[in-house]
Nanobody, 125 residues
Framework: VQLQASGGGLVQAGGSLRLACAAS????????MSWFRQAPGKEREFQAG????????LYADSVKGRFTISRDNAKGTVYLQMNTLKPEDTAVYYC???????????????????WGRGTQVTVSS
């Protein structure tokens, strides 16, 4: 599966952005999906994950209540709605895929096998 993230940009603190990740190749519904981010000088960190059907989601504590992950299997796209953005949310955001289901949180965090190019999100104070 090939992944392409889009929707990043520059936004003021308190604002919102919606990221999208379009997948091509094998059936999108075969894959569990996650979003990650990497800020300059920091390690990549998990943000949110979603099951193949979209019926189960997982969030990092730092984004709970502010970010929402969703997917449209018919369109082959996963989304990350980001609200109440903070300067510390500034990073390159990546989507990732794992064929099959994630049977525990571990797989959302560490089990992704396919990665897209990131999209830059910059939040100004």
């Amino acid at each position: 599966v090939q992944l392409q993230a889009s929707g990043g940009g520059l936004v003021q603190a308190g604002g919102s952005l919606r990221l999208a990740c379009a997948a091509s190749g094998r059936a999108f519904s075969d894959y569990a999906m996650s979003w990650f981010r990497q800020a300059p000088g920091k390690e990549r960190e998990f943000q949110a994950g979603i099951s193949r059907s979209g019926g189960s989601t997982l969030y990092a504590d730092s984004v709970k209540g502010r970010f929402t992950i969703s997917r449209d299997n018919a369109k082959g796209t996963v989304y990350l709605q980001m609200n109440t953005l903070k300067p510390e949310d500034t990073a390159v955001y990546y989507c990732a895929a794992r064929r099959g289901e994630c049977y525990s949180d571990y797989f959302y965090y560490y089990g992704m096998a396919y990665w897209g190019r990131g999209t830059q999100v910059t939040v100004s104070s």
